[in-house]
């Protein structure tokens, strides 16, 4: 059984979307009642699926750190049951910037109006952000 969103819980940091974001299941609107407007929408497949592919294949990227020094992405929240993680067809995404997000931004890759996957991108560039955050704190070995 997947949880309800918890609210209470929904900075836009790393790791309060760690907590709060359910692969396969968060919509569009719950994404928009979480952190607003979001600061680009693409609606094109094809660019949306070759900047999924782009930021996944950079192995220097803040998701390969995530991996190797954290149980971040072995701990993602999904509802595993759901269609969309089983055919896999990426409609566009919803592009997120903040403050608290210390530097990077993070896409939400969506499909039939759900998260089918969220990856990150950018560099850290305030590492007093990084610092407060659970999941960054431990990329940069503070």
Do not use: Q
């Not at 954290?70 to 049951?81: E, F, L, Q």
């Amino acid at each position: 059984m997947v949880k309800r969103l918890n609210f209470s819980n929904s900075d836009l940091t790393v790791t309060g979307i760690h907590n709060t974001v359910i692969v396969g299941k968060t919509s569009t609107k719950e994404l928009e009642k979480l952190y607003g407007k979001p600061d680009r929408v693409e609606t094109d497949s094809k660019k949306a699926t070759d900047l999924f592919d782009k930021i996944n294949n950079d192995e220097g990227s803040i998701n390969v750190a995530l991996e190797d020094n954290t149980d971040y992405w072995d701990t993602v929240k999904a509802d595993h049951g759901s269609a969309i993680l089983k055919k896999w067809n990426i409609d566009g995404y919803y592009e997120y910037k903040g403050k608290e997000l210390a530097g990077v931004k993070v896409y939400f890759f969506i499909s039939d109006d759900k998260v089918l996957s969220y990856v990150f991108d950018g560099d850290i560039t305030d590492e007093n952000i990084a610092k407060k955050d659970k999941y960054l704190r431990e990329t940069i070995g503070a």
